[in-house]
């Protein structure tokens, strides 16, 4: 590690510690020295749980022998959660079971993505990674067809915002609006990259592999564009108020496993594809910065920053104060999605449905109970538009 740890409490040390599931003896040992160091139990608790990482925490500490040495009520807290995780992510795989059912009928190919995927293979399905909801990438063309088989079956949409976007739900946002059932919700993904590139999420798909045994019609990522996909996941929320250290983890803990995967003469140039050499550059610097992990030896991989950045500083703040990290300023939601959209046909439906949205979609975006509360708001929601709109002219100077 770097002399960046050196400014941290034991508690936050313990909290980075604790992101691998693997341990060198070296490291146990260091682990062991780490705690004795802690005094602030419930200080460390409340950050695990707030950083959704109080799972692996526990388990961990369990696993390398040190969860004796921690007070009763803080072990039954993380104990206790633990077990709450993985009967969550029980039930939320049996839905998962049930969406590839109606896939594999309908010859829908599903990739899992993100927590879905890595709870599977890389946390060995054992409670660890924390999920909350179901994340799965489907063909571009198949995307509302298999939208609308769900709906057949159970599953509610959230609110759409025009139904002049129903065509155009592929190319919005980063998923079409998520879908809920049993009070999970499912998102389903069409793209994965930006920059119009639809290269690389062809290649995501294609590159798939069925999961081994008896689940129908699942398939795992590949790992290096899952590792890219991630890395512009997280360089996503980087930018909003939603970022939490399990983030981190599923990038180092992929590092220590896949690594000859990941890090070869293919990767530089995917991430300068998919716009990401950047993103890449910051996540690799801080791994090496908080971790020490190494990686000199990739080749066609910039030289990675371990100096004080306003990337590290970020990183510490986040790290101590996860739920009021407001990450930097925010892509605009009416101008991104038009530069993704193609054709002006399409451009202008779309912003038809978002300058005149839905009585239902004004109801769920600003927490009305009526329609006529949803209507009051629409000029508000006009001067909104025509601000940013003044502003990005302005911008673009």
């Excluded at 770097?2 to 693997?22: A, F, G, K, M, Y």
């Excluded at 969860?67 to 969550?88: H, K, T, V, W």
């Excluded at 795992?220 to 108020?241: D, K």
């Excluded at 001067?383 to 990005?392: H, L, N, W």
Aim: proline share 4%; with cysteine.
């Amino acid at each position: 590690m770097s002399d960046h740890i050196d400014n941290l409490t034991p508690e936050e040390r313990l909290l980075l510690s604790l992101c691998r599931v693997e341990f060198t003896e070296k490291q146990k040992d260091e682990l062991s020295r780490i705690i004795r160091g802690v005094t602030d139990w419930d200080h460390f608790v409340r950050a695990a749980n707030e950083h959704c990482m109080i799972s692996q925490c526990w388990y961990t500490l369990d696993a390398t022998g040190n969860s004796a040495g921690i007070p009763s009520e803080a072990a039954a807290l993380m104990r206790n959660a633990y077990f709450r995780n993985l009967a969550q992510n029980t039930f939320i795989y049996r839905l998962l079971v049930e969406i590839a059912s109606l896939a594999k009928r309908e010859s829908v190919r599903i990739v899992l993505l993100k927590g879905s995927a890595l709870e599977k293979t890389l946390y060995g399905n054992r409670g660890l990674r924390h999920l909350s909801d179901i994340d799965i990438l489907v063909e571009f063309d198949k995307a509302l067809y298999f939208r609308e088989v769900l709906l057949k079956n159970g599953f509610a949409s959230v609110p759409e915002m025009s139904p002049l976007h129903r065509k155009l739900l592929p190319y919005l946002k980063r998923h079409l609006p998520a879908l809920s059932k049993d009070g999970i919700y499912t998102e389903l993904h069409a793209r994965l990259f930006d920059n119009g590139n639809e290269a690389l999420t062809t290649e995501f798909l294609k590159s798939s592999a069925a999961l081994p045994g008896e689940d129908p019609g699942l398939f795992l990522p590949p790992v290096q564009l899952h590792f890219l996909y991630l890395v512009r996941h997280l360089g996503r929320h980087f930018s909003t108020a939603d970022l939490k250290l399990k983030f981190f983890a599923d990038l180092l803990n992929l590092t220590y496993q896949y690594r000859s995967a990941i890090f070869n003469h293919d990767l530089a140039g995917k991430a300068r594809e998919a716009g990401l050499e950047q993103e890449l550059q910051d996540i690799l610097s801080l791994l090496t910065m908080f971790w020490g992990v190494s990686f000199e030896d990739i080749q066609g991989v910039a030289r990675v920053n371990t100096g004080r950045s306003a990337v590290s500083d970020r990183f510490i703040s986040f790290l101590r104060n996860p739920e009021t990290y407001t990450g930097q300023e925010r892509s605009d939601p009416l101008f991104s999605p038009l530069k993704e959209i193609p054709g002006l046909f399409r451009k202008t439906l779309f912003l038809a449905g978002y300058i005149f949205p839905s009585i239902g979609y004004m109801k769920s975006r600003y927490h009305c109970r009526t329609a006529a509360g949803a209507l009051v708001r629409y000029p508000a929601r006009w001067g909104g538009i025509f601000s940013r709109a003044i502003r990005a002219v302005v911008k673009g100077r």
